[in-house]
């Protein structure tokens, strides 16, 4: 069974950072897009951020210039820096395959931006 397990999430005030990992089990990312998604209550859960060599990683609009994905594929794992947060990225962010593979849905990982 494949395992993708978020974290790094958090309560953080408007402007701060956090950096979100996802571990996967064996080496399902390999040679595979890997994406994070967030999903805010009562909302579809949409892509933020996909990566494969890195050459053209792609952001949402809501994101770009303050998101960054990064990947360590000798350690099977998916990263997101996330700066200058704002309210309105509050969600519960996972990591999948883009596009992404039903079965894989993990947890996810609480994000709050609040004051």
């Known amino acids: 069974q494949v395992q993708l397990v978020e974290s790094g999430g958090g309560l953080v005030q408007p402007g701060g950072s956090l950096r979100l990992s996802c571990a996967a089990s064996?080496?399902?990312?390999?040679?595979?897009?890997v994406g994070w998604y967030r999903q805010a209550p009562g909302k579809e859960r949409t892509v933020v951020a996909r990566i494969f060599t890195g050459i053209n990683p792609f952001y949402a609009d809501s994101v770009r210039g303050r998101f960054t994905i990064s990947r360590d594929n000798a350690k099977n794992t998916v990263y997101l820096q996330m700066n200058s947060l704002k309210p309105e990225d509050t969600a519960v962010y996972y990591c999948?395959?883009?596009?992404?593979?039903?079965?894989?849905w993990g947890q996810g990982t609480q994000v709050t931006v609040s004051s």
């Open positions: 064996g080496s399902i990312f390999s040679n595979k897009v």
């Open positions: 999948n395959l883009a596009p992404p593979i039903t079965s894989y």
